[in-house]
């Protein structure tokens, strides 16, 4: 292992352990805070205590952006944890004299310290690693993150059991002065600071003022902070009716807290991926204010302490796991210059106005009707939450016009692999390269110019027989130039698809057919079939056929299955499974794929129509284990099964079957025995020469799965 390699190991550890016990420091002082706050004033008072904390915070977010420009992250950080440590001591020392002045001075310093706290973090592991290594490191610490939310809540309720609220004080302190310690251990980091970044921020302002999705990200942030001091308002009113010594109360936030962070971790773990996978960014962010819409109605009918648990503890599960998760994807279509000067005042700054705008809310009600019921509080909540459905629209929609428009200009830069959300799938799946961005950006402009032509008189016949001569002239500058030309227009095709075969210009023409093809598609499947096309442009015209979900295009690709020739085959095939990897509602029948199968299997046992030398293999979806040659027909069985059995259960499989270790082949083979028909798995175990033994009906098939989990690695299962 490189020096290097062993630095990041070593910085990530002590992220690891920073990050949790930071989380666990901040439940623990929350339970404390709160605690010690309502059992030495009213809850009437709470809407005061938490203007002033905003406005505290905000302050505290603009100082630490000022020194952050001067100061790297890795030196004023720790600082900050040692600092926040002594004031622990100081209201400790406060709080056996003046208890009152103590509470507030405590809910001030957590309100400031813990977000600049947090930010600055996260700003040491930016910086401490390189976006290639941080992106399932980065992951990792997220997790430890969450983690250390249900220690503290554990912690903190073990720990107030045995001590007192004041003593809880010194504990807080000592947890602050091991991040001290852990976050200084990270390191320096590993790439310097982007210079100018001090312009930047003084300039995010203005990017906000003339950005229309910015400023609905930042208004959606907005509205779920406000939501938030409502509701924690309600429960608090609840809470400190119920609970009137702080010890108890101490106890009550810890289990409440601990059990939100369970609950909170575990949804994001099962549900979080999967969830944006298959329904999108605009789907996820709705589960929050539909769950508030829902609790809410419950509480104001039942106003009770379980009530408001519920609907604080929904809102505090679903902000912390899958809204948060996909509010963070909103600025994929942001380029850096937008998006690094907005991201903090978004995030912090929009919610510490929430918070202000909540609690005048608040005091507004409370000075209408001094005895506010708290029915009221959940029903103001519940209007929100309806309001944030409406802005939730308006941002999805705004997020999938500024990532098409992004991805056409080349300001973002995507690939497939980064993508976990169906809705950046979709509008990924129309422009993947930065080449056909040009392209459609040239075909949009060559449109207009036709047009323009037209109207001007300009010969159109002489401009498509030039363009017929330039594709036809084996000049890939011509034809390179007629690809461009304002000429391009579907009587083009015959002349165009015959160029696939060229490797030198293949690139610019499958991009030029992809710009047509929902409008050749039979043009496109009558070549992809014709043995009289060049094969190398056969077997290329799948790849073409994939960026149309059309049923035609789906339909023309089965057929393709099927052809004699197995470079055609394999190559309909790999576009299928993509296409299927994209839109999970893509359905390709089983009793299309098994008869493949079968004369697949017939055709290697007798050597008919064996690949062509001009194959063209590819590592996607399916990719080969490393260092090993795979027949590519038995390739071509597996991704057949991926398009109708889990693709990931038959990647491992095939990743399986052609490892060193007898056992898990084994594997592999029983979770094919247990998926496939009996003939059809015979078949194919005699083409992959390994005499296991069947052990149908022995395990579950899910068993068999998560064995082979377990023992294959699997880097995009992994992330």
């Not at 993150?145 to 720990?159: E, M």
């Not at 696939?500 to 992809?514: F, G, Q």
């Not at 339909?555 to 299955?561: D, E, P």
């Not at 004699?564 to 089983?590: G, T």
Request: glycine share 6%.
């Amino acid at each position: 292992m490189s020096a290097d390699s062993q630095g990041n190991t070593r910085a990530l550890k002590f992220a690891l352990f920073a990050a949790t016990v930071m989380i666990a420091q901040q439940v623990a002082g929350k339970a404390t805070r709160d605690a010690l706050f309502l059992s030495n004033f009213d809850v009437t008072n709470l809407p005061k205590v938490v203007i002033a904390a905003a406005i505290a915070s905000m302050v505290g977010v603009l100082l630490m952006s000022r020194l952050l420009s001067r100061i790297s992250p890795i030196r004023l950080v720790p600082l900050v944890f040692g600092l926040s440590a002594i004031l622990f001591i100081g209201e400790w020392l406060l709080l056996g004299y003046q208890p009152r002045i103590a509470s507030i001075v405590l809910y001030l310093h957590m309100a400031v310290f813990g977000a600049i706290l947090i930010s600055g973090f996260w700003s040491i592991i930016n910086e401490r690693f390189d976006p290639h290594s941080a992106k399932q490191r980065v992951a990792r610490i997220a997790a430890a993150a969450a983690l250390g939310g249900i220690v503290g809540g554990l912690l903190t309720a073990r720990v107030s059991a045995l001590m007192d609220v004041r003593s809880m004080l010194l504990f807080l302190s000592g947890m602050h002065v091991v991040c001290m310690l852990a976050t200084r251990a990270i390191g320096t980091p590993a790439h310097g600071v982007l210079a100018g970044s001090a312009v930047r921020a003084r300039s995010a302002f203005a990017v906000l003022g003339r950005t229309r999705y910015l400023q609905w990200m930042a208004l959606l942030m907005v509205l779920v902070a406000l939501m938030a001091a409502l509701l924690d308002y309600a429960l608090k009113a609840e809470a400190s009716a119920r609970y009137r010594d702080s010890e108890s109360l101490v106890a009550f936030f810890a289990s409440f807290y601990a059990i939100a962070g369970v609950a909170g971790f575990g949804l994001q773990t099962l549900l979080g991926q999967r969830i944006l996978q298959r329904f999108g960014i605009g789907t996820t962010l709705t589960l929050l204010p539909v769950a508030i819409a829902v609790l809410g109605t419950v509480g104001t009918v039942f106003t009770q302490l379980w009530s408001m648990v519920l609907l604080r503890g929904g809102h505090a599960v679903f902000v912390n796991s899958l809204f948060r998760s996909a509010f963070e994807l909103l600025y994929t279509p942001l380029p850096p210059h937008m998006k690094r000067p907005t991201k903090a005042i978004i995030d912090v700054a929009s919610d510490r106005l929430g918070d202000l705008l909540g609690s005048g809310l608040l005091l507004l009600m409370l000075f209408i009707s001094p005895v506010l019921p708290t029915a009221v509080v959940a029903g103001c909540a519940v209007m929100v939450a309806l309001s944030i459905l409406y802005v939730i629209i308006r941002l999805n929609q705004g997020y999938i016009e500024q990532l098409a428009r992004s991805l056409r200009s080349g300001a973002v830069n995507l690939q497939e692999g980064d993508v976990i959300d169906a809705t950046t799938q979709h509008i990924l799946a129309k422009s993947t390269a930065n080449s056909e961005r040009e392209f459609m950006l040239s075909r949009l402009a060559n449109l207009h110019n036709l047009q323009d032509s037209s109207e001007h008189g300009v010969d159109v016949s002489l401009q498509f027989a030039n363009a017929v001569d330039d594709l036809r002239s084996n000049d890939p500058e011509r034809i390179y130039r007629a690809l461009g030309s304002s000429a391009m227009e579907i009587r083009l095709v015959p002349y165009i698809i015959p160029l696939l075969a060229n490797d030198e210009t293949a690139n610019a023409v499958r991009t030029e057919l992809r710009w047509l093809v929902p409008r050749i598609i039979g043009q496109l499947t009558d070549a992809m079939l014709d043995p009289d096309i060049p094969l190398r442009a056969r077997q290329r015209l799948p790849g073409v056929l994939e960026a149309s979900h059309n049923p035609r295009a789906i339909s023309a690709l089965q057929l393709g299955m099927m052809d004699p020739c197995f470079n055609v085959r394999y190559h309909c095939a790999r576009a299928l499974a993509r296409m299927c990897s994209r839109n999970h509602s893509i359905n390709v029948p089983r009793q299309l794929v098994y008869p493949a199968i079968r004369s697949e299997l017939a055709n290697r046992t007798q050597a008919a129509h064996p690949p062509d030398h001009s194959l063209e293999l590819t590592d996607e979806p399916l990719t080969r284990p490393a260092g090993r040659q795979i027949d590519p027909g038995v390739e071509h069985v597996f991704t057949l099964l991926a398009l109708v059995l889990d693709p990931d259960a038959v990647y491992l499989a095939m990743q399986a079957m052609f490892s060193d270790d007898e056992n898990l082949r084994g594997t592999a083979l029983e979770y094919l025995e247990n998926v496939l028909p009996a003939d059809l798995y015979n078949d194919l175990q005699a083409h992959l020469g390994d005499g296991h033994e069947g052990r149908f009906g022995q395990r579950s098939l899910s068993d068999i799965v998560r064995e082979l989990k377990s023992l294959v690695h699997l880097p995009h299962l992994a992330e």
